[in-house]
């Protein structure tokens, strides 16, 4: 039952194209201002990988919070709540919600490498590590927090407020990686700390998620 | 005997005792001389911080006369003997402890008293450099910032309570150590940053510690906004509050635990600072009794704190069934 849920939104998003089209302009327009608002700025790398990781992680909050905010909308969701255990629909939709978050990365890794001159990164094998970890802990959270904010009103003002909090962890572990990986080429020893948290992390909250999913599932 | 003991602890006897242990305690952190060694009146002299230090000294023996002043010999904590120069008016005698506003001159070989600030007092605060009298404030802010943790693992541990029973009591529990908890975090917030200001010289400077204060209070925030913002169903609110709640505190354990110990900190305990009051290892550099009465402070807080849950959770209750 994983693979149907995950076909669905895979097809639903092939048809309208919309989940991607809107992260990507995101992006797009995000990159953009940063440029425009500091044109030739020579930016540090810690900076940088402020940048970087603000650009995705707002992005994911935006693309994401579809997943089933849209269920409730077009009101198929008690149709999902007829048809699937509850367990398959989570991991269906953190399987798309990771493949929209990888997208997301590749996209913004090759926006930041076109548009930013001081966007260099020493270890590539590492800084890969870093964005599959981040992509994992971003889109569990964003999974269980959108199904959260899927039962609330005001939908889309406090999925930000809710997710904030959590992702912080997250968002300090990754931004002072990254700022190594962009400084030193052989980054193992400087990153292990932030690469352990990262991995306990994403552990910790795709095991919760999955646990408490069908609490909020449920009606 | 469990039915007993809690029958104490909602009876009047236990709240007027809550109270009267609160003043005490209040009286005690306020008016207890704080008093440093030699070594605190030469090193703050020396850096210019302080012209005078509270010395805190016992009388040896007593020495030489002048015509105005008398010359004592004096020990200070460590074992340090000085000799100390005193008023005539003030008579001292042998084994006397005294707590005085105490001066140094390089050119002297003495240390000379100011102004005796009192004699044999019953308790004593060690001299922490660089916070003074402003270390007081340790007494009620560290309880107040603990209170809010435990307030915020009590919710969390109601939640899952909740969630396993449905029973809607926890999560009246829940939402009362949650909001009971909110205003400590903003206490200890608030007597944080103008111990900060004072101390560190501005009231916020994103340390580790104030990293995790500032996102209790983020998470306290959303979880009464999330709260807010559920449609129908009490039962169905309860629930995905509840489980906000516990996937909440998974950033907590990050941020209390794991961040301050690999990132620099102001705050004592962190890494590369060696802790002066109080670690984990429950050694003291000074005199014990700051940690026994910080330590109090912490159980009288989070009976205050229980006290106050508990009034909550009735209010709530009521609310509920009235509501019915």
Sequence with gaps: ?219 | MTNLIMKFFRSTPYHLLLGALFAVSVFVCFATPIGGSFNDVVTLKMNNVANITPLKATITTTGYDSVAKKFYNAKDLYGTEKRVLVDRTQDLKIGDVIVADCSYLPSENYFYVVRIERINPVITFPLIQGLGELGRNMLFHVPMSMVAFIAFLLAMIYSIMFLRTKNMDYDFKARASSAIGLMFTILATVTGSIWARFSWGTFWNWDPRETSIFILLLIYIAYFLLRSLLEDGEEKKARIAAVYNIISFLPMIFLIFVLPRITQSLHPGSSGTEAPIINLSGKTHTDPILTYILWTNVLLFTLLFLWMKELYTIVLRKEFSAND
């Design chain 1, 1 to 219: 039952m994983i693979s149907p849920i995950l076909r669905k939104d895979l097809r639903i998003e092939l048809r309208s194209r919309f989940g991607v089209s809107a992260v990507v302009m995101f992006l797009l327009v995000t990159v953009t201002t940063i440029l425009f608002s500091a044109p030739g700025a020579q930016m540090s790398s810690s900076i940088m990988s402020a940048l970087f990781w603000i650009a995705l992680f707002f992005g994911a909050l935006t693309g994401l919070s579809r997943s089933f905010i849209s269920e409730e909308e077009r009101g198929t969701s008690f149709l999902l709540r007829l048809y699937a255990e509850p367990e398959d629909i989570f991991w269906g939709k953190y399987l798309f919600n990771l493949l929209l978050v990888f997208s997301l990365a590749l996209c913004a890794v090759m926006f930041f490498a076109f548009f930013f001159r001081d966007f260099v990164v020493r270890d590539i094998g590492m800084f890969a590590l870093q964005l599959v970890l981040g992509a994992i802990g971003t889109s569990s959270t964003v999974t269980i927090l959108s199904a959260l904010v899927a039962r609330a009103s005001q939908k889309g003002a406090l999925l930000p407020v809710l997710a904030l909090p959590v992702l912080l962890p997250l968002v300090i572990a990754t931004t002072d990686a990254t700022r190594i990986t962009m400084e030193v080429a052989d980054s193992w020893i400087g990153v292990r700390g932030d690469i352990l948290i990262l991995f306990s992390f994403d552990v910790a909250v795709t095991l919760v998620s999955y646990v408490l999913f069908h609490f909020i599932w449920q009606e």
